[in-house]
Each structure stands twice: as C-alpha cells, then as structure tokens.
C-alpha cells in the first residue's frame, strides 16, 4: 500500500483541464514543500514535470503546474492534449523514510 | 547533456544471481544520489534504494533492505543493482535515476527488464 493516495484514474477531453490529486499525511506533504510530479507513457521512463510542489523543469510545458494544501497536493494540466495519456505519479519526502515516497499512480486517458 | 544508459534485458532462472547497471555521463558523478525504483508488471513505481556515489553511503527500503545489494564503482561512473538468488517475483523493470534539486528525481535511465522463470 503506498503512503501517498492518488485516484486509479482521471479522464479529460482535448483542451479541457484536469487536476490530480496526492493525498498524504503531516508527515510527508503536509511538513515539506518537497513534492514531485512524474509522467509515465506507456512503455518509457517516468519524467519529472514538478518539483518542489510548484516547480518546472526546463522543457516541461506551462500547462502543467502544480499546487497544495494541507496533506494535499494537486497536479493540473491545462489544455489537455493527446500527447498527455500517461500515468502520473506524485512523491514526496517524508520524515519516516530516508528517502521519498510515491503515490500509486493516476492513469490519465484523454477522450 | 546528462544521460543514464542501463544494461540489457536478463532472463535468468530462480535461485541465479544478477548484476544490473547504470553508467552516468555529462555531468560529476560523485555528487549526485542515484536511486533504484522498481515496477513489477502493470503496477506503480518502487522505491528500493538510493547510494551517493562519493562515499558509497547506501539507504535501503525496508522491503528491500537484504534482498538486494546497491553498490558503485566510481572509476567508471557506474552504479549497480545486484540479486544474489532471484526470485520469479523480482521478474520486473527496474530503473535508476538521479538525484535533482533538494528531492526530485530529473535523470532516469530507459530502464532494464529481468524476468525470472524456470
């Protein structure tokens, strides 16, 4: 069982926007602005798109961002395109690890 | 450019060892954590262990501590995954991945594919 929840699926038509979310504790997400975001295609390595809860690495477009509140956090992609249908993954520091740990993943389809 | 570039696809048999790899280029390997994630078919990503290659100092996933060993050879720029006897349920992707900013991951390697079965 992952520490972080993440929904099994979300689903957004071309152009629309969706958010996922990444739910953990006080002692991960809710301590630390040390939350990231990773894109899985089918069948490739995952790649970072959001460090540090809000950050993006250079390349990754500005239709990702990324956000939280709380014990959660949240990744929006707006302008939903094709290229998008991935599986995201969330992670985040937390105080009882050495290192991070990742959600369960999202399966993103786009309609 | 940065680039991690791991060792080939294995299939091995239960109970033989293995030694996967992962070589660095295009940037000090030394000062970088590198990970190892784990991804069993059709399920999510793993955490199994992170090493800092400068002094070889190594943390382990409980799930993982001692059922793997992550080592370096710093010479050459290379990190490692090694099974001393596998199991049918190691039969996974495994990549590796570096350490970017304070505890994002923003290098990963194209992962290496062992299946274990008799």
């Known amino acids: 069982q992952s520490a972080l929840t993440q929904p099994p699926s979300v689903s957004g038509s071309p152009g629309q926007s969706v958010t996922i979310s990444c739910t953990g504790t006080?002692?991960?997400?809710?301590?630390?602005?040390?939350v990231s975001w990773y894109q899985q295609p089918p069948g490739t390595a995952p790649k970072l798109m959001i460090y540090?809860?809000?950050n993006r690495p250079s390349g990754v477009p500005d239709r990702f961002s990324g956000s939280k509140s709380g014990n959660t956090a949240s990744l929006t992609i707006s302008g939903l395109q094709a290229e998008d249908e991935a599986d995201y993954y969330c992670?985040?520091?937390?105080?009882?690890?050495?290192?991070?740990?990742f959600g369960g993943g999202t399966k993103l389809t786009v309609l | 450019e940065v680039q991690l570039v791991q060792s080939g696809a294995e299939v091995k048999k239960p109970g033989e060892s293995l030694k996967i790899s992962c070589k660095g280029s295009?940037?000090?390997?030394?000062?970088?954590?590198i990970g190892w994630v784990r991804q069993m078919p059709g399920k999510g990503l793993e955490w199994m262990g992170i090493?800092?290659?400068?002094?070889?100092?190594?943390r382990y996933s409980p799930s993982f501590q001692g059922q793997v060993t992550i080592s370096v050879d710093k010479s050459i720029s290379t990190a490692y995954l090694q099974w001393s006897s596998l199991k049918a349920s190691d039969t996974a992707i495994y990549y590796c991945?570096?350490?970017?900013?304070?505890?994002?991951?923003?290098?990963w390697g194209q992962g290496t594919l062992v299946t274990v079965s008799s």
């Open positions: 540090e809860v809000s």
């Open positions: 992670s985040s520091y937390t105080s009882s690890s050495t290192f991070e740990a």
């Open positions: 090493i800092y290659p400068s002094d070889s100092d190594t």
């Open positions: 991945a570096r350490r970017f900013g304070s505890s994002a991951w923003g290098y």
């Open positions: 295009g940037y000090s390997f030394t000062n970088y954590w």
């Open positions: 006080r002692s991960d997400v809710g301590s630390y602005n040390r």
